[in-house]
């Protein structure tokens, strides 16, 4: 029996590996790598940078505390309806993410279904502000989290938890004691993924939240304004956004995603 | 299995219009004309006269966007022939690539507020107020520079709630709601409809917005491109320009 990888599926595989790498190796290429110290030191980068990675972990902690409760809701409870809700779920994840900025605005702008209320009652207004960015970077996000804890709900051994259940257990202490520890590959795993992508998250921050610099405008944003104007700039955000990702990933990879 | 040979029955069909396309792309083709969001409507029109006047060429395409981003495309695109900006800093960005330009319209500006004016906006210095949630076109964008200008001539001192990428998209803003006021071009009002009214910019205040035209230098149909630019200054075109609020 021959153990050689048959070619029909390697030449793929290295066409994709291609397509993925290329566009990065682009950018390496052009990168302006002898003025890039002075380019990262520049006041609107790093304005960028700090309001990228504030609102991209306030987006994940969002994600996570509402997130994992609707994961075990959609692995643990049966009712009417859970294959609708779980479809509803991952509409963000095929909906281009314009399409869901306006959705927020028609939702929770100063004329939304809600937000006329948030801004009537409360004087509260999302649109333009930076938790109108966390907010857009979340619902973007929320999906990755919620498959990702939602899997590794279904794969974890159910024993643990019946056995807590007949000891005594509430269902909430077993959530707590059993479940959640379980699970903490998989919710890490959730969490990175849900930070990558709100890190990068540029249509739906600028449908919704709009652009201004130090106060929605996010490393993308700031990526898309610089390259008609200032294409140097332009690429060394995207490597600055790139390293990060690339860094957060593979630092986390190996302990949670494998 | 179907399904491969559904595939292939559908790259077959694509090579053989793409056949179509090459055979007879010497004689007629489409023009592509990259231009400013502001344009949107006048070229709409001004296109479809063109091509009823000009019979070797099969249609005009347009892509709009904030002039900025159509300059600095003209780098990476295969394919353009006229490029079009609502001010010539922006021409600047594709200097290289494009030939003589040609200013073909002008207009000017005025604050777009919300339909019926709920918030009393009557001047320029309204939109200090703090609670008022304004937004401008961004620095490098032509409307966020006229906007600058007009404001600086006024001495107001304006907090943006946003800073847009395109005319366009700050009327949008106002439209739906979003944001109180902001400063556009006059000849947008016109495709807002009774969406959004308008508060005129005394003339002393005002500034003039010129628009320039240049052929792509290394378009594929450089006579055409170059006629088009031209053709922008006939009668014929001025009469729609005109039609649409510009000064031509």
């Not at chain 1, 153990?3 to 595989?13: I, Q, T």
Request: with cysteine; charged share 15%; net charge positive.
């Amino acid at each position: 029996m021959s153990r050689r990888a048959p070619w029909v599926l390697v030449v793929p595989a290295l066409v994709a590996f291609a397509f993925l790498v290329l566009p990065v190796a682009g950018l390496l290429y052009r990168a302006p790598w002898s003025t890039l110290g002075t380019r990262l030191g520049r006041p609107e980068i790093l304005e960028a940078l700090r309001l990228s990675v504030i609102c991209a972990t306030l987006a994940t902690v969002f994600c996570l505390i509402v997130g994992v409760p609707l994961a075990w809701v959609l692995a643990r409870v049966s009712f009417p309806g859970r294959r609708l809700v779980r479809a509803l779920v991952t509409v963000p994840l095929v909906l281009p993410p314009v399409v869901g900025g306006v959705a927020l605005l028609l939702a929770l702008g100063r004329n939304g279904l809600v937000g006329r209320w948030l801004d009537r009652w409360f004087g509260l207004t999302l649109p333009f502000t930076t938790p109108g960015v966390v907010l857009a970077e979340a619902f973007v996000a929320l999906p990755f989290l919620v498959i990702s804890v939602e899997g590794a709900l279904r794969a974890a051994d159910l024993r643990y938890e019946d056995a807590a259940a007949t000891l005594g257990a509430s269902r909430w202490t077993t959530f707590r004691r059993v479940t959640l520890p379980l699970i903490a590959p998989g919710i890490g795993a959730g969490a990175v993924l849900c930070w990558a992508r709100a890190l990068g998250e540029f249509g739906a921050t600028i449908t919704f939240a709009g652009n201004y610099p130090g106060r929605t405008q996010t490393m993308p944003l700031a990526v898309y304004l610089a390259l008609e104007t200032d294409p140097q700039a332009a690429i060394v955000l995207s490597l600055v956004l790139l390293a990060v990702s690339v860094l957060v990933l593979a630092g986390l990879r190996g302990r949670w995603l494998s | 299995m179907p399904f491969f040979t559904r595939l292939a029955a559908v790259a077959v069909v694509t090579l053989a219009l793409a056949g179509c396309g090459i055979a007879s792309g010497d004689e007629r083709f489409t023009l592509k004309v990259l231009a400013a969001s502001s344009l949107t409507d006048a070229f709409g029109e001004l296109g479809a006269a063109y091509q009823a006047a000009n019979r070797h060429v099969t249609g005009v395409q347009f892509e709009f966007a904030g002039s900025q981003e159509m300059a600095g495309d003209i780098h990476d695109r295969e394919h353009a022939d006229v490029l079009a900006t609502a001010d010539s800093t922006s021409m600047d960005i594709a200097a290289e690539q494009i030939s003589r330009r040609r200013a073909f319209a002008q207009g000017t500006m005025t604050i777009a507020v919300a339909a019926g004016n709920p918030r009393h906006i009557r001047l320029l210095a309204d939109l200090a107020n703090p609670r008022l949630r304004v937004v401008l076109g961004g620095p490098v964008v032509p409307v966020g520079r006229y906007a600058a200008r007009i404001l600086a001539k006024a001495g107001v001192t304006v907090r943006p709630s946003s800073e847009e990428a395109d005319a366009r998209t700050v009327l949008t803003r106002i439209r739906t709601g979003t944001a109180d006021a902001g400063i556009v071009y006059v000849t947008d009002m016109r495709s807002a409809g009774v969406s959004a009214s308008s508060v005129p910019i005394p003339r002393e205040q005002n500034v003039t917005a010129t628009y320039f035209a240049a052929a792509v230098q290394n378009s594929a149909h450089g006579a055409t491109a170059r006629a088009f630019v031209t053709w922008l200054g006939s009668p014929a075109a001025v009469t729609i320009l005109r039609k649409y609020g510009f000064m031509a």
